[in-house]
C-alpha cells in the first residue's frame, strides 16, 4: 500500500506535472498536423527527455503519446486526412459524419472513447503485468530468445505490406545492429575503420532519422494538404453518454482487441484500429451503414487504438520487448532512466511502476478538457501553413540528435537514416519492422550465443523446456503462417 | 526513388551476400563455440533468400490486396496526394534528398558558422523549397532557430556552436 502512496507522491510533483502538461499540448499539436505522427512526436521528445528526471521523463512520453493518438482523429474528420496511421481506418466514416453536419459528434467520439479506451488499456497493463511478471523471472535466455524472435515475427506478419518484404525489413535492422562491438565477442563488425561505428548505430537518431526525415522527405512531393473551412462546433461531449450507453458492446469489444492487439510484441495502434474497425462492420447489425457516417465503427477503432497504446506498454515494460513503435523509443527511455525493462522491474521498482500507471490514467482523463481546447482551436493548428512547419522538423531533427550524446555523427546517422526510411516506405517495405529489428537484435544475438554456449552447442533445450517449446511454436507457425495461407488458397483456387 | 521489386531484390540479395562474407571473415574468438561471426552471417544469408524472393514477385499479391482494402477504406490511395498530382519527374523527385543533404550541411558547417546562421540557411530553403513566399519564409528563418536555441541552452543547458554569431546575449559577463 505504501508503494502506491509512494507512486502518488513520485508523479504529484511540479516537475512531473509540468512536464506532463507541456507533453500534453506537445503530443495534441503534433498529432493533428497531417504528415506528423504519434511516433515522430516521441521520438523528437525523446532528446528533451534526456535532461529530464526519471518520472518526468516517462510522463512526458506517455501523455504525449496518448494524445498524438486521438488528436490524429482531428484533421481525419475534418479534412479527410489521417493526422497519424492509427487514425486511417475510420478516417472515412469520421468524415463522412463531418459533411452530414455533425463533424462535433465525430470529434466527440474520437475523444471520448479514446480516453475511455486508454484508461482500460491501464487497467489491462495494471491486471496483465505482475502475473506475467512473476511467471518471467523463471524465464532463462532460451524463453528470451524465442521471445524476442517471436516479437520480430509478429512485427513481420502484422504489416499491411508483403510478409516477405516484411521479413527483409526486420533482417536489415537485425544487420544494422551488428554493426559495433556490442556483440557477446565484443569484436568489431562492419565499422570500416570508422570509430564513430565502434558503438554501433545509435537507435534514437536512426528513429528521428526514419520517423521524422523521412515525413519531411514526403512533403517535398506531395501537394500541401487542404485547409479547413472555418466552422462553429458544437458541444463536442453532449451526446457521447447515449452512445456509450447504446454501444457498450462495440466499445468493449474494441477495448479488448486493443488490449490483444498491444499486448502483442510488435503490432500497436494502426493495427488496432484497422482490425476493430473491420471486426465492427463484421459484427455489425448494419453493416450497410458502415461508411455513411455510422457511429459503431468508429467508436469500436476510437477505444481500439488507444487501450492498444497502453498495453504496447506490457512486453516493453515486462521483457523489454516494444508492443509498437512508439513503446520502441519509451524502452530505450527507460534504459536511460535506470529503470531497466525486466520482471524485476515489479518488485525492485514498485512505485515506479505505480507512478507509471497513474501518469496513464492522468492522461487519459486530462485528454478530454485538453482535447476539447484543441478540437476547438483546430482550425487554426491546421491552417499553419506546411512550409512553416516542416523547416523546425527538420531543425529539431539535427539538434535534437546532436543533443543525445554531443556528437555530430549522430545527425548523418539522422540524414541516412532519413533516406533509408524514405526509399523503404516508397517501395513497400514497412520501416517499423526494421525499426525493430535495431531494438532488438542485441537482444536477439545475446540470447541465442548464451544460450548456445550453456546447451554445449546443442539445440534440444531451445524446443524441451516447457515454456521455450510453446514460443517456438508460436515463433515458427507465425513464419509459417504467410506459406500456409498462400498454400490454401491454391488449393482452393484449384478445387473452384 | 520509385524502384521495382527486381531492383530492391537483387540489392539485398548483394547486401546479404557481402554481410555474410564479411561476417565469415571475422576473428572467431579462442574458446567460444560460437564466435561474433554466426549472427551476422545468419542475417545476412536470410536477407539474401528473401532478396531472392522479392526479386522473383513472391508475396506480391499481398501488397495488392493491402492496397485494395486501403483504397476502399478510405477511397483512396495512400499517398492520394501524389496520385492526384502528374506523377514527378525525374528531377522533380531529387528534391525530396533536400532534407538529409540540409542535415549533412549543418554537421560540416555548424562549428564554424554557428548554430544561428546555419539552422537560419536551413529553415530558409526548406521553406522555400515546400513553396513559401519570402515574406513568410524570412520569419520562420530568423524566430525559429532563436527560439531552439534558447530552448536547447536554457531549459536543457546544451550548448549549441556558436560560430561566427553568438546569440545576442550570452558571452556578456
Known sequence: ?496 | MQLSDRVTGLFLVALGGVAAYGGSRLPPVPGQQIGPEVFPMIVGISLAICGGLIAAGVGRRYENEAEAELTEATGQTEDAPDAAEPSPSRWRELWVLLPPVLLIFYVYVVDWLGFLPTAAAIVLVTSLALGARWRLAIPVAIVAPLVINLLFLQLLRVPLPSGLLPLPWIGLP
Not at chain 1, 512526436?41 to 516517462?58: D, G, K, R
Not at chain 1, 521483457?319 to 531497466?340: E, R, S
Not at chain 1, 532488438?440 to 531451445?462: A, C, H, R, Y
Request: glycine fraction near 10%; proline fraction near 6%.
Open chain 1, 1 to 496: 500500500m505504501s508503494e502506491i502512496a509512494q507512486g502518488f507522491g513520485l508523479v504529484f510533483q511540479s516537475d512531473v506535472l509540468l512536464a506532463i502538461l507541456f507533453a500534453s499540448i506537445y503530443g495534441l499539436i503534433v498529432g493533428a498536423v497531417p504528415g506528423l505522427t504519434a511516433t515522430m512526436a516521441t521520438a523528437l521528445l525523446v532528446p528533451i527527455t534526456f535532461y529530464l528526471p526519471p518520472i518526468a521523463a516517462i510522463g512526458a512520453i506517455i501523455s504525449s503519446s496518448a494524445m498524438a493518438i486521438f488528436s490524429g482523429d482531428i484533421p481525419g474528420a475534418l479534412l479527410r486526412i489521417p493526422g497519424t496511421p492509427a487514425s486511417a481506418a475510420y478516417t472515412d466514416e469520421a468524415y463522412a459524419m463531418t459533411r452530414k453536419g455533425r463533424p462535433e459528434l465525430a470529434l466527440g467520439i474520437g475523444l471520448w472513447f479514446s480516453a475511455l479506451g486508454g484508461i482500460f488499456g491501464t487497467l489491462a497493463l495494471m491486471a496483465l503485468a505482475p502475473p506475467l511478471a512473476s511467471m518471467a523471472l523463471r524465464f532463462s535466455t532460451f524463453e528470451y530468445f524465442w521471445l524476442a524472435f517471436l516479437g520480430l515475427m509478429c512485427a513481420t506478419l502484422v504489416s499491411r505490406s508483403s510478409p516477405v518484404k516484411a521479413i527483409a525489413s526486420m533482417l536489415l535492422g537485425l544487420l544494422v545492429s551488428c554493426i559495433g562491438i556490442e556483440n557477446p565477442a565484443g569484436t568489431p563488425r562492419f565499422t570500416f575503420g570508422n570509430t564513430n561505428l565502434l558503438g554501433g548505430i545509435e537507435v534514437i537518431p536512426a528513429l528521428v532519422g526514419v520517423f521524422a526525415v523521412s515525413e519531411v522527405m514526403r512533403a517535398m512531393l506531395t501537394a500541401e494538404p487542404p485547409k479547413p473551412e472555418r466552422r462553429r462546433l458544437g458541444s463536442i461531449l453532449a451526446g457521447q453518454w447515449a452512445l456509450t450507453k447504446q454501444y457498450p458492446k462495440q466499445q468493449f469489444r474494441g477495448n479488448i482487441i486493443g488490449v490483444l492487439i498491444g499486448v502483442l510484441p510488435g503490432a500497436g495502434a494502426d493495427i488496432a484500429a484497422w482490425v476493430a474497425y473491420s471486426v465492427s462492420k463484421r459484427f455489425s447489425k448494419e453493416p450497410q451503414k458502415f461508411g455513411t457516417g455510422h457511429p459503431e465503427g468508429l467508436i469500436e477503432s476510437g477505444s481500439g487504438n488507444n487501450s492498444a497504446l497502453a498495453a504496447g506498454w506490457v512486453p516493453a515494460l515486462l521483457f523489454g520487448i516494444p508492443g509498437d513503435t512508439i513503446t520502441a523509443i519509451a524502452i530505450g527511455v527507460l534504459y536511460m532512466k535506470g529503470l531497466n525493462p525486466g520482471p524485476t522491474l515489479f518488485t525492485e521498482q514498485a512505485s515506479s511502476m505505480y507512478a507509471l500507471y497513474i501518469i496513464f490514467i492522468l492522461a487519459n482523463i486530462l485528454m478530454i478538457p485538453l482535447g476539447i481546447a484543441m478540437i476547438r482551436a483546430s482550425s487554426h493548428v491546421l491552417r499553419a501553413p506546411r512550409a512553416s512547419v516542416m523547416p523546425v522538423i527538420v531543425l529539431l531533427c539535427a539538434v535534437g540528435a546532436f543533443a543525445t550524446g554531443n556528437n555530430l555523427f549522430a545527425v548523418l546517422t539522422v540524414a541516412a537514416f532519413g533516406v533509408i526510411g524514405y526509399v523503404m516506405e516508397r517501395n513497400g517495405y514497412p520501416v517499423a519492422a526494421m525499426v525493430l529489428g535495431i531494438i532488438m537484435g542485441t537482444m536477439v544475438e545475446q540470447n541465442l550465443v548464451t544460450s548456445i554456449m550453456k546447451s554445449d552447442g546443442s539445440i534440444i533445450p531451445f524446443f524441451n523446456r516447457p515454456v521455450a517449446a510453446v514460443l517456438a511454436a508460436m515463433t515458427i507457425a507465425a513464419l509459417l503462417w504467410p506459406v500456409a495461407a498462400w498454400g490454401l488458397k491454391r488449393v482452393r483456387a484449384q478445387a473452384a
